[in-house]
């Protein structure tokens, strides 16, 4: 166990500390077997191919691009638009889950933690339809019950 460990990186802090234990339990004379599965860890940590401890992949976001999983339709258009629009993008196929969940949170007032109910995405669009639907029933109820208080006034 005497093989150089690169200090300079995170993976050479975690070595080190995993060479410690190692020395430990040797030292409190553990298993003969554990002791060797461990002593091949090591060695196989320490190779080339042991390239997975290296933090790559995922460049850290600096803040000005856009997250990579917002929605494309703003809340100016969503409080603007019609329920005959709301439907024709909910009825659209393209429409993303994304969308789709952005219009029930903040349109319908669905709760977010509730979107994990929803488990693909097209129960999501059979509830958006059936809020457009009950929407439309509130409107037509608040329209006639105008209608009907407004002739009340005028007998």
């Known amino acids: ?50 390239s997975f401890l290296e933090e790559h992949g995922k460049p850290k976001r600096t803040g000005t691009e856009r997250p990579l999983l917002s929605p494309t339709i703003n809340e100016d258009e969503l409080r603007n638009a019609s329920l005959d629009e709301l439907e024709r993008i909910v009825s659209d196929g393209g429409t993303s889950r994304k969308n789709l969940e952005f219009i029930a949170i903040q349109r319908f007032s669905v709760p977010r933690g509730s979107m994990r109910s929803f488990s693909n995405k097209q129960m999501l669009v059979d509830k958006l339809r059936t809020l457009i639907r009950n929407e439309r029933t509130h409107e037509t109820i608040g329209a006639v019950a105008r209608g009907q208080s407004t002739s009340r006034t005028d007998s």
């Open 1 to 50: 166990m005497t093989e150089r460990i690169p200090d300079d990186s995170e993976s050479g802090v975690l070595l080190k500390v995993l060479t410690a234990h190692y020395h430990a339990l040797a030292c409190a004379r553990s298993d003969e077997t554990v002791l060797k599965q461990y002593a091949a860890l090591l060695r196989f940590l320490r190779s080339k191919h042991a």
